[in-house]
């Protein structure tokens, strides 16, 4: 099968494998994502207190979401493309100030300098035109928004460490992923996802040239799960 980053095939990927989404996600991380999430949520709230509107993009089920509930905001936006997964996200985040949409990355249905904070999860690798999906972020962003992300980068370089895992990520994980969602590819499609992605140095300059200040990256899991936080100049 031929992986693509075309919005209707993520969707649908997503779609499918929504009801087993959160589970295999802390399994097969080991339980350490919720933590990444909890780290990153944290940090955000030790550099402003200004957060009264937070966008969680590529909000998938809400996980996310659920953390930056901590930090008080007014409003808190879930996008996404899966209307599955945003299912999930409305009965996961009882917040009446949760407002759960439908939308594209590269086209957010939001004014200028709207957000005080951007958080994605595990989802810019995901993203069809990265470089489109940031300067719309940027866009949307106040003057002095913050922007985390939790993501798996392709290493920038190779060790003991992780070419093993690489071995298990390309080798074994789908298997189990695949059997366990009920799926023929997502699994694949995800270590292929992250084969074919940036590295963490290539992002942050990504991040540099979209109008962001890299303020940290922090090395989360064997140079290829990083939290990356950024500011809007």
């Not at 963490?200 to 090395?219: A, D, I, M, P, W």
């Not at 290829?224 to 100049?233: E, M, N, W, Y």
């Amino acid at each position: 099968m031929k992986y693509t980053k075309d919005k209707k095939f993520i969707g649908k990927m997503f779609d499918e494998i929504s009801p087993t989404y959160d589970k295999l996600n802390h399994l097969l991380s080991g339980y350490q994502d919720n933590r990444w999430r909890k780290m990153a949520v944290k940090h955000l709230a030790g550099l402003s207190s200004d957060n009264r509107k937070i966008l969680d993009l590529a909000s998938g089920s809400g996980d996310l979401g659920l953390e930056f509930l901590k930090l008080l905001q007014d409003e808190l936006y879930s996008v996404d493309l899966s209307e599955e997964m945003l299912k999930i996200n409305r009965s996961k985040i009882q917040f009446e100030n949760n407002f759960v949409i439908k939308a594209d990355a590269e086209g957010l249905p939001f004014k200028n300098n709207y957000f005080d904070v951007c958080g994605i999860g595990f989802g810019v690798r995901n993203f069809q035109n990265l470089e489109t999906c940031i300067k719309e972020i940027n866009r949307v962003l106040k003057p002095g928004g913050r922007f985390a992300t939790i993501e798996m980068f392709k290493p920038h370089k190779k060790t003991f460490a992780n070419n093993s895992f690489r071995m298990y990520f390309e080798k074994i994980l789908p298997k189990i992923g695949n059997s366990i969602a009920g799926s023929t590819y997502a699994y694949d499609y995800l270590f292929q996802s992250v084969n074919s992605f940036l590295t963490v140095k290539q992002y942050t300059e990504l991040l540099e040239n979209c109008g962001f200040r890299v303020l940290k990256s922090h090395n989360n899991f064997l140079g290829i799960v990083h939290t990356v936080f950024a500011q809007k100049v």
